[in-house]
């Protein structure tokens, strides 16, 4: 049957070449074509690439503020010992602050002197705190941190063994 075909169109090829459109046709298909530009929708690969854009460049972002950023060195993670102690320090030194408020009722002035006292130790501390996040020596940190607070503990209770003594000093003389 193809051979009969395409006997048929080489017997009738000058028919078949005579017979085109005519120039008016084609003008009015360039016309609509023209007027019907149709915009084409982005491809699946294209919103693929894009989302694959996003990951990488919040995973760098990511990377760089996660190793710029190291994370806060606390006493706990060089020392389990040395937090315990910390703890220990830090409960008695509040209760012992919690003590030396009462006093400041009736005598202000020393209370204001004793205060000033602790918050330059506690002033310290926290510098202390500051320089353990950058220090190349942490541990001799942290050894000055717990010396800190033996030292905040021990200038309350001689501040509260003072204030013992002024109420005695007072109840004698009332005698």
């Known amino acids: 049957m193809s051979e009969k075909l395409e006997g048929f169109v080489k017997g009738h090829r000058k028919e078949f070449?005579?017979?085109?459109?005519?120039?008016?046709?084609?003008d009015r298909i360039a016309s609509k074509l023209?007027?019907?530009?149709?915009?084409?929708?982005?491809?699946?690969?294209?919103?693929?690439g894009?989302?694959?854009?996003f990951i990488v460049i919040m995973s760098g972002i990511s990377l760089y503020t996660y190793r710029n950023h190291p994370q806060e060195v606390s006493i706990a993670?060089?020392?389990?010992g040395y937090a315990k102690k910390e703890m220990r320090f830090?409960?008695?030194?509040?209760?012992?602050?919690?003590s030396l408020?009462?006093?400041a009722k009736e005598n202000p002035a020393l209370y204001k002197k004793f205060s000033a006292d602790i918050e330059k130790l506690d002033t310290d501390y926290d510098r202390?705190?500051?320089?353990?996040?950058?220090?190349?020596?942490?541990?001799?940190?942290?050894?000055?941190?717990?010396?800190?607070?033996?030292?905040?503990?021990?200038?309350?209770?001689?501040q509260l063994s003072i204030i013992y003594q002024v109420k005695e000093s007072r109840k004698e003389n009332r005698i």
């Open 101 to 103: 408020q009462v006093y």
């Open 17 to 26: 070449d005579l017979d085109s459109p005519s120039e008016e046709l084609w």
């Open 128 to 158: 202390l705190q500051q320089e353990l996040q950058s220090s190349p020596n942490p541990r001799l940190i942290v050894k000055a941190m717990v010396k800190n607070l033996e030292l905040q503990l021990e200038v309350i209770n001689q």
């Open 90 to 98: 830090a409960s008695l030194i509040e209760e012992k602050k919690d």
């Open 50 to 53: 894009v989302a694959a854009s």
């Open 77 to 80: 993670d060089l020392n389990p």
């Open 34 to 48: 023209d007027e019907r530009k149709v915009k084409k929708p982005l491809r699946l690969q294209v919103w693929i």
